[in-house]
Antibody, heavy 120, light 107 residues
Framework: EVQLVESGGGLVQPGGSLRLSCAAS????????MSWVRQAPGKGLEWVAN????????FYLDSVKGRFTISRDNAKNSLYLQMNSLRAEDTAVYYC?????????????WGQGTTVTVSS | DIQMTQSPSTLSASVGDRVTITCRAS??????LAWYQQKPGDAPKLLIY???SLESGVPSRFSGSGSGTEFTLTISSLQPDDFATYYC?????????FGQGTKVEIK
């Protein structure tokens, strides 16, 4: 079964840091672009970042550039999102996601999400 | 960034109705458009990619059309399981952007 399982969410103070992890199984992780997408409470979906199969290319939403870092470990079938200098507006459910092959940008597999709350 | 605008924001319909949701892009995105369905508390689910290609396992009552800047998602005969929020997403150019969502409610 194709599966993505996120972890690492929680409550953090403004200016703090958090590292999200995503464990992938059931598919060839090293052959897939991967993304993080977030959804603020009661709001729509917002793409955050993505990373190429081998980690050689990374792209970010402007509002997180310089604060968030996406990375992967293909040996561990894992995707990460290091989030620094967190702001209240970063509060959201963060989804780990797989980009559909040959349709880079569309997402065919989603995790269940992990909740990040930035508040004092 | 490319802005995606969906209409309507909310739609009330009955089981068996034909439902159409529109998505407009602020500039041409060719056919690089996806549609997702999301139910409360769940992750989104891919329905349509490349504007009109049905994702594997998705019922054939769902269809997509359009190119350039105007796109539609049609549900030919609304089923009880279809009451949800629907999002369009462009993946023509980064940052990929989503529409604000269309909530399909029971009439």
């Amino acid at each position: 079964e194709v599966q993505l399982v996120e972890s690492g969410g929680g409550l953090v103070q403004p200016g703090g840091s958090l590292r999200l992890s995503c464990a992938a199984s059931g598919f060839t992780f090293s052959s897939s672009w991967m993304s993080w997408v977030r959804q603020a409470p009661g709001k729509g979906l917002e793409w955050v970042a993505n990373i190429k199969e081998d980690g050689s290319q990374k792209f970010y939403l402007d509002s997180v550039k310089g604060r968030f870092t996406i990375s992967r470990d293909n040996a561990k079938n894992s995707l990460y999102l290091q989030m620094n200098s967190l702001r209240a507006e970063d509060t959201a459910v963060y989804y780990c996601a797989r980009d559909k092959r040959q349709q880079l940008g569309s997402i065919d597999v989603w995790g269940q999400g992990t909740t990040v709350t930035v508040s004092s | 960034d490319i802005q995606m605008t969906q209409s309507p924001s909310t739609l009330s319909a009955s089981v068996g109705d034909r439902v159409t949701i529109t998505c407009r892009a602020s500039q041409s995105i060719s056919s690089w458009l996806a549609w997702y369905q999301q139910k409360p508390g769940d992750a989104p689910k891919l329905l349509i990619y490349k504007a009109s290609s049905l994702e594997s396992g998705v019922p054939s009552r769902f269809s997509g059309s359009g190119s350039g800047t105007e796109f539609t998602l049609t549900i030919s005969s609304l089923q009880p399981d279809d009451f949800a929020t629907y999002y369009c997403q462009q993946y023509n150019s980064s940052p990929w952007t989503f529409g604000q969502g269309t909530k399909v409610e029971i009439k």
